[in-house]
């Protein structure tokens, strides 16, 4: 089913605007006008929709995507799965970002950042695993439809972390 709903997208975005270009366009700054109101415009679109759902993680962290920058950090704490969830949680709220998505049996959380005049926003998508009496926590940082974040993925990480820690301290 996936297979089919690109291959849809992908004649969508690209024999449409062809199309309208050899039908109803003569010059070539009209055409590549076209073009790229109907390529770019729609992935600007989904990125922004898409980014409020864990279930497009995948397509924000793949290397093939060339539209974002992706950062991604690795720690462990000798803390369950069960009780890390919470901190992490509290963490999140505790700085800039908003809590969008949370998958208490995956592991899984999806923060964002808002928009700002440099920035589209940025995704921050926080894995936990098991691994023994440790739990790793993987924080994958992307920005959305932009190829810098102009530092603002380190600083998610940083606030984040430093949040964490100073949650554990009694």
């Not at 366009?25 to 055409?31: E, I, V």
């Not at 920058?69 to 992490?88: A, C």
């Amino acid at each position: 089913m996936k297979k089919y709903l690109s291959i849809a997208l992908a004649l969508i975005m690209f024999v449409v605007p062809v199309y309208y270009m050899v039908n109803h366009q003569t010059d070539m700054a009209g055409s590549l006008l076209t073009l790229a109101l109907f390529t770019l415009l729609p992935i600007f679109i989904f990125n922004l929709i898409a980014r409020n759902y864990l279930l497009f993680k995948p397509y924000f962290t793949s290397p093939i995507n060339i539209l974002i920058e992706y950062q991604k950090e690795t720690f462990q704490y000798e803390l369950s799965k069960d009780l890390m969830i919470p901190k992490l949680v509290e963490s999140v709220e505790g700085s800039h970002l908003k809590l969008k998505q949370i998958d208490k049996q995956q592991g899984a959380l999806l923060a964002t950042s808002a928009m700002s005049w440099t920035s589209w926003g940025e995704n921050v998508y926080i894995t936990l695993n098991q691994k023994g009496i440790h739990t790793e926590v993987t924080l994958e940082m992307t920005t959305i439809s932009q190829f810098s974040s102009w530092g603002r993925n380190g600083t998610h990480y940083k606030n984040i972390l430093n949040q964490f820690e100073e949650s554990l301290v009694i």
